[in-house]
C-alpha cells in the first residue's frame, strides 16, 4: 500500500526547530514534503500575497525529504504546495507547526500556523496545526513527540470531518507527564494591548505593541482550562465565520 | 446629547477613494476619528505586527477631523486606536471600508477590512466592514451612501448582538437601483489558484498567484445570492472558530 502523503509548513520559517520536530516524527508516517516560509512569519492571521510575486526555491535542510522554501505567508504555502508543487496528487494530511508559541483559545485567529491549516481544510485536506506553549525558541519540546505521533495517527485513520481543521496546543514541559488529550472548544479569552512608546535615534515616535493575555472563561471544557492542567488541548476549527444565531435576531431587531 | 464616538478604518490604506466615501457618509453621524494603514494591506486577514515596531503619524488628510496613519496591519490600527489614541474613551462604532474588492463568502478570511472589524469585536465595539464587489480603484459607489447611512444607523441605534461583526458587501452599480438587504450567512465557496510562472530578468523563477473563485453554494440565503441578486448582503461574523458539532463527533470516533 502506498505511504500516505503528508504536507508539512509552519509559521516560524523553514529554518525553526519546530518544524524539524515535526518532520522527524511524521516522517515515519508517510511520504513528506515541506512547503514552508523564507522567513518568519508569527502573526501573520490569514494573510495571502495579493498583488505581489512569490518564490519558491527548492533546498535540502531536511536531507532527503522534499523541501521547498516560499517567499510568502504560510497560506501562499498550501495554495503553492497543492496547486504547483503536488499539482495532480492527492495529499492526505497536512501538519503545521510545531509553532514556538500558543495558538490557544483567541489567537488561532492571529496564527500563522493555524492558517495553513485552516487553508488546507477549505482546500478539502485534512489538515492540523501544532503549537507548544512556549515562546523560547530552544524549548525543550520531547515531551509532545508521542502525542504528535497519536494525533497524525488518529487523523490519517479516522480521517477529520469535513471543512474542520484541528487546532492542537500542547502545555509546557512539567515534571509531571503530560496527563492526556482534551476535544475542547475555544476559551473566552483576548489580548489587551498596551503600547510602549520610545522614541527612535533621530527623535521620532514608535511603538512596541505588547500583548497581555486576559481569560474571561470559566469553563472547564475549554482549551485553556486544559492546557492549564497539564493536557494537550485540540479544538476543531471551521472556517465558516457565520454566526447563525444573529441571524433571526437582527432581521426582528433592525428595521431593514 | 454627545455625539456617538466612530472610528474608522481600512485596508486599501488611508489615501484611498473608500475611505473617503466612508468617512464622508459617516461624519454626519457621529464624532469621527480615522487610524487606517499607510500603505495597502488587502489579503493581510488578521495578521498583526508581533517582534517588529509600529508607527503612528498624524495627518491632514481628511481636514477637521482627527486622522492617522500607521505602519502596521489593520489589526494594528484598531488595537492603536482603542488602546492609545482613544484611550480612556468609548467608542461606539467600529466601520472599515469601503474596500474596493468583494469580501464575501470565504474572502472574509483573507480580508484585512473585515480583520479591523472583527478585531472591533473582540475588543467589544460594536462593528462594521463594508465592501464594494468592484476592485476597480476608480469604481462608481455613489450608489451605496444611503445603505451605509442605512446600516450606521441601525447600528448606532440597536447595537449588535456581544461579538459579532457585520461584514458588509455592496453589488456592483447596475442600471437599476440595490433591491434592498439580506441577513445572509457565508456562501459555501472557495477560491482555486493558479500559478502563472514568469522568469525574470535574471532569469529566476518567480510566481503570480491567480484566484479563480468557485462557488459550491445552491442556496438562496447566503451572501454570494444575495449579490448576484442586486441585494446588499449583510453576514453577522462571530470569532469562535470552534466546530462545536465535530468535538461530540470526535470523542466517539477517536481513541485517545
Known amino acids: ?152 495517527t488518529e487523523a490519517l485513520k479516522n480521517g477529520l470531518p469535513k471543512g474542520i481543521a484541528l487546532n492542537v496546543n500542547f502545555p509546557v514541559k512539567q515534571k509531571e507527564p503530560i496527563k492526556g488529550i482534551k476535544m475542547c472548544r475555544q476559551a473566552n479569552a483576548n489580548w489587551e494591548e498596551d503600547f510602549d512608546e520610545r522614541k527612535d535615534p533621530y527623535g521620532r515616535k514608535y511603538f512596541w505593541m505588547v500583548g497581555n493575555f486576559v481569560n474571561h472563561d470559566k469553563g472547564e471544557d475549554n482549551d485553556e482550562w486544559a492546557l492549564a492542567n497539564n493536557y494537550v488541548s485540540i479544538v476543531p476549527c471551521q472556517f465558516d465565520m457565520t454566526a447563525h444565531h444573529a441571524i433571526p435576531h437582527l432581521n426582528e431587531a433592525w428595521d431593514i
Do not use: W
Request: glycine share 10%; with cysteine.
Open 1 to 152: 500500500m502506498a505511504k500516505p502523503l503528508i504536507l508539512v509548513c509552519n509559521d516560524d520559517g523553514i529554518t525553526s526547530r519546530g518544524i524539524r520536530k515535526l518532520v522527524n516524527v511524521v516522517k515515519n508516517l508517510g511520504e513528506v514534503v515541506v512547503v514552508a516560509p523564507d522567513s518568519p512569519q508569527s502573526g501573520m492571521g490569514h494573510a495571502i500575497t495579493v498583488g505581489d510575486t512569490l518564490r519558491l526555491t527548492k533546498n535540502d535542510l531536511f536531507g532527503d525529504i522534499e523541501a521547498y522554501e516560499c517567499s510568502g505567508t504560510p497560506a501562499d504555502c498550501i495554495k503553492l504546495a497543492k496547486h504547483y508543487v503536488l499539482k495532480g496528487k492527492k495529499i492526505d494530511l497536512i501538519v503545521s507547526g510545531v509553532n514556538h508559541g500558543s495558538n490557544s483559545s483567541i489567537s488561532v485567529l492571529y496564527s500563522g500556523t493555524m492558517s495553513a491549516a485552516i487553508e488546507g481544510a477549505i482546500e478539502g485536506v485534512p489538515s492540523i496545526g501544532f503549537s507548544l506553549c512556549d515562546f523560547d525558541p530552544s524549548a525543550d519540546m520531547d515531551h509532545v513527540d508521542n502525542y504528535i505521533e497519536k494525533v497524525v
